[in-house]
């Protein structure tokens, strides 16, 4: 049994511990909002949080989690940030069909944690592990901006 | 000007016939209420039931509860095009609700009830979401509205005309009395449909043509949207999967002595040509399939490569083709011409790479099979299911679910097949996902074509005829037979033979040669491949004539207003005359392109650089689009922006390479996307229009490629005839 903690909540799991966060959450722990892209650390579809820091979870095993806490896209509303992001995120209209969002949503409020005001290349730099198929890129950059509390500048 | 074939399709299938009623039942009560149905077949013949469970009628469209509640069976599958926002919009206008009242729900697999206005077949593809439904969907909310006025005015014994609706209630304008439709609803499915609508004059229109926010959005940005890889079915176990390597191969033998020892692993399933291994969970199944000694059969294909694929494909080119398009004596003037030009353009294959992987979770029982999936087909799903488990149709039930991304991927089902044929050999229900490695490695292929152009060129410059003749796979021999008619393929031609430019001989022929793998649509389709070697071409004979692309199209393009007019907004909102500044290091250049298909015209200029390493990087693309009414503005400039950089992605880098019957390519690191790093700014400029409405999630994709290609040359003074662009530069 190894114990895993989810965004508050406890889970036993019966897995081995090699097992990668991704499969444990989806396939055992029962939650989906954390996707799979590539499996190979390529694409940031599976980025959760561990104890407030961004990880692909498709790589790391739940070893690496023994006596820490993971967010997931799920639990990441709570806090005051996270609500603020996935707002940003509607009002900028930012998904199309959405898959990898719920990554971007993590690296994004990773980012504003650390960084408050972020510069364009900070955006770069933080976001571009997060592939979107459907390239909805320059939104998400007006999103952690307005989340930023900067003008988004969204063209007419 | 462009009509859509609106007319052609209406009324060719007798509707209102209520036999078919029983043909489903609906997955999900709505309760008692108002129900419309109409057709997306014809002019919205109507027909009425009330809405008690037991009466049913399955093949409704609109549905307005005691609560006031409105819901939409949607007969369109969301895969990130803004449909499930669109369609609401065209009903709440004539409806008078609120966006926000309207709610969607799956449409269960019935081809007569749900068919496509322009399809014919309950496809999701084609750009064809909005213009299909463009009136059907506003007819019947006017329907809905007129009936609940009627029982409104009756019941206040008033007359109609003195009665209006307003934000889901009807009010007697004397009076100021207000009635909420729920209230109306039981009395109004009593009354017949009438057979007159008036629908709104577009001046006056609240919520069509207004950004309107994305409905699905809050799901998506909180992780309780469920795509099809999300479904959980109780005892539900998972597989993954290897087909065999090489296409057309096959499994001989299966040693799974090692994968037996891993915990979580449950089976190995056998295939014909691939094998399964079903586990407790994902991480088992992979490690189990890893596990596994395989053997494979690799059969006649085992020794084709992309050298030897293109060397068949350029001898097929030699052959005549069957003919699409002649208008005057082209293959006579060029043959006898002093001065023409010619080229060959080569497009490569190309993988989808959904973000979501295939994936497809099956249950089959004696007596029926259920099937959760995110597909754009969900009634061929049906009736290959039906197929290959021997059940009737009836008993195959799809739970359609939202796509991860489509771009033509999900228009084919051979993954649902192999998940029922592996569902079939246990008793509980399987979720079958597939690697991002088998998802790249056993796609069906946007094939590769290989055009042969040619123009005589008169004394301005000008080309007097014009031949293109196209070689490659044909999708549409394989997807829907019926549409190939005397050997021409009307995707493989499509934006070939509707050249917008003023030429009075053009010769577009097309050769079938079909590669020994699969083939399947990709988004922009026939455009996709043909704009971009025709915007390409035309790019080549204005840089003969000496002459500066935009004013060489412009004057070519006299015939074709709606064409011209994008083309002179794009250079005046690109500043197309002023010449770029120099980068700091490389070369600068800015290309154009003009489109014309799916209904729509867009002309884009794109501004890019290109570094001493020869690496490509998209600075600005400006698009103007006239796609005829907007419903959903942002959606528009949305699929705009994504469909651009999806372009730009597969001009740039999209290859799919083959050795030993087998795809080089496996994920990400050598499949390559684009980043956020390496997106360009998109400008998006709407033309108003009064026009019926035309695609929009495949244009922007199609129209890129070739100004891409044309800013390079503008750049660096090199032709790129074979992408993508990235290889073309890097090698000599
Ligand atoms: S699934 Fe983990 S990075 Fe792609
Ligand atoms: S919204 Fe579709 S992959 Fe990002």
Redesign the pocket.
């Known amino acids: 049994m190894i114990t895993l903690n989810v965004n508050g909540d406890q889970h036993d799991l019966d897995v081995t511990d090699d097992t990668p966060i991704?499969w444990a959450l989806r396939d055992v722990v029962g939650l989906t909002g954390t996707k799979?892209?590539?499996?190979?650390?390529?694409?940031?579809?599976?980025t959760v949080h561990l104890d407030g820091k961004p990880i692909?979870?498709?790589?790391t095993p739940l070893s690496a989690a023994s006596g820490k806490e993971i967010t997931t896209i799920e639990g990441i509303g709570a806090s005051e940030l996270g609500k603020r992001v996935q707002d940003a995120w509607i009002e900028q209209e930012v998904v199309q069909c959405g898959y990898c969002q719920s990554g971007q949503i993590m690296s994004a409020v990773a980012l504003l944690k650390e960084n408050a005001a972020p510069s364009d290349q900070d955006i770069d730099n933080a976001m571009s592990g997060n592939i979107c198929r459907c390239a909805t890129y320059a939104r998400i950059r007006s999103a952690i901006k307005l989340a930023a509390g900067q003008p988004a500048a969204k063209e007419a | 000007m462009h009509m859509l074939p609106e007319t052609q399709t209406a009324d060719t299938t007798a509707r209102g016939d209520v036999s078919r009623r029983d043909f489903l039942k609906l997955s999900s009560g709505l309760g008692i209420g108002l129900l419309l149905e109409f057709s997306l077949l014809g002019t919205a013949c109507s027909k009425l039931g009330i809405g008690s469970k037991q009466e049913f009628t399955p093949n409704a469209f609109i549905h307005i509860d005691q609560d006031g509640v409105v819901t939409i069976v949607a007969h369109k599958v969301e895969m990130g095009q803004g449909t499930y926002t669109s369609m609401p919009m065209l009903i709440a206008e004539e409806l008078e609700v609120d966006v926000s009242k309207v709610k969607l729900q799956h449409a269960p697999p019935d081809d007569k009830a749900y068919g496509d206005a322009l399809l014919g077949a309950q496809i999701t593809g084609g750009s064809t979401s909005v213009r299909g439904a463009w009136k059907p969907l506003r007819e019947a909310g006017a329907r809905a509205r007129m009936m609940l006025i009627q029982v409104a005015a009756d019941e206040w014994k008033v007359r109609p005309e003195t009665c209006y609706a307003e934000n889901g209630e009807v009010v007697h304008q004397p009076t100021g009395r207000r009635v909420p439709y729920g209230d109306l609803v039981e009395k109004a499915a009593r009354l017949p449909a009438p057979t007159a609508v008036t629908l709104k004059d577009p001046k006056d229109f609240k919520i069509i043509g207004k950004p309107v926010h994305r409905l699905d959005a809050p799901s998506k940005v909180n992780g309780t949207a469920e795509f099809g890889i999300d479904v959980k079915v109780p005892d539900m176990k998972i597989a993954t999967v290897s087909a065999s390597p090489v296409f057309g191969g096959k499994l001989v033998s299966v040693d799974d002595s090692e994968a037996k020892k891993i915990q979580g692993f449950q089976q190995v399933i056998k295939l014909d040509n691939a094998v399964a291994v079903i586990a407790d969970h994902m991480w088992a199944a992979k490690q189990g399939l890893a596990a596994l000694k395989i053997t494979w059969d690799d059969g006649e294909h085992a020794g084709f490569s992309s050298t030897s694929l293109r060397a068949d494909i350029a001898k097929a080119s030699e052959a005549k083709g069957a003919v699409a398009k002649k208008t005057g004596n082209a293959p006579g003037i060029i043959a006898a011409a002093d001065k023409k030009l010619e080229a060959v353009y080569e497009l490569p294959f190309l993988a989808h790479a959904t973000m979501e992987p295939i994936n497809c979770t099956v249950h089959v029982q004696d007596d029926g099979c259920d099937i959760w999936v995110g597909t754009q087909v969900p009634v061929v799903a049906q009736m290959v299911a039906a197929q290959l488990t021997g059940l009737a149709q009836d008993k195959v039930r799809i739970h359609n679910h939202l796509l991860g991304g489509g771009f033509g991927r999900r228009l084919e089902v051979d993954s649902v097949a192999q998940a029922v044929l592996i569902a079939k050999q246990v008793n509980f229900p399987v979720k079958v996902v597939w690697s991002r490695e088998e998802d790249i490695q056993h796609d069906m292929y946007r094939p590769y074509y290989y055009d042969r152009i040619s123009a005589a060129i008169d004394e301005h410059g000008n080309p007097e005829a014009w031949q293109h003749h196209i070689t490659g796979s044909s999708i549409m021999a394989r997807f829907f037979p019926a549409a190939v008619k005397d050997g021409v393929d009307p995707d493989a031609v499509e934006g070939a033979t509707d050249l917008q430019y003023a030429v009075p001989n053009v010769y577009v022929d097309y050769v079938r040669h079909e590669p020994p793998l699969p083939t399947a649509f990709w988004r922009g389709v026939g455009p996709t491949h043909n704009i971009f070697v025709v915007e390409s071409f035309i790019d080549e004979l204005a840089a003969h004539a000496g002459k500066d692309p935009v004013e060489y199209r412009l004057a070519l393009l006299k015939n074709a207003p709606r064409a011209k007019a994008v083309l002179e907004m794009a250079a005046e909102k690109a500043n197309w005359f002023s010449p770029l500044s120099a980068p700091a290091k490389g070369k600068a250049g800015k290309g154009v392109s003009v489109l014309f298909a799916f209904g729509t015209y867009i002309a884009q200029v794109v501004e890019l650089e290109v570094d001493a390493d020869q690496q490509v990087r998209v600075k600005k693309v400006v698009c103007v689009v006239d796609c005829g009414y907007t419903v959903n503005p942002d959606t528009v400039r949305a699929q705009m922006e994504g469909g651009i950089m999806f372009g730009i992605t597969g001009a740039l880098w999209g290859e799919i390479h083959f050795d030993q019957g087998r795809v080089q390519e496996s994920n990400f690191h050598n499949y390559r996307m684009m980043r956020m790093n390496e997106a360009p700014v998109v400008e998006v400029h709407l033309v108003p229009s009064q026009e019926n409405p035309g695609g929009i999630g495949e244009p922007g994709t199609s129209a890129v490629m070739p100004a891409v290609a044309n800013a390079v040359f503008a750049a660096t003074g090199k032709r790129v005839r074979k992408l993508p662009i990235a290889t073309a530069l890097t090698t000599a």
């Open positions: 991704l799979f892209g590539c499996g190979m650390s390529l694409c940031g579809a599976c692909r979870s498709c790589v």
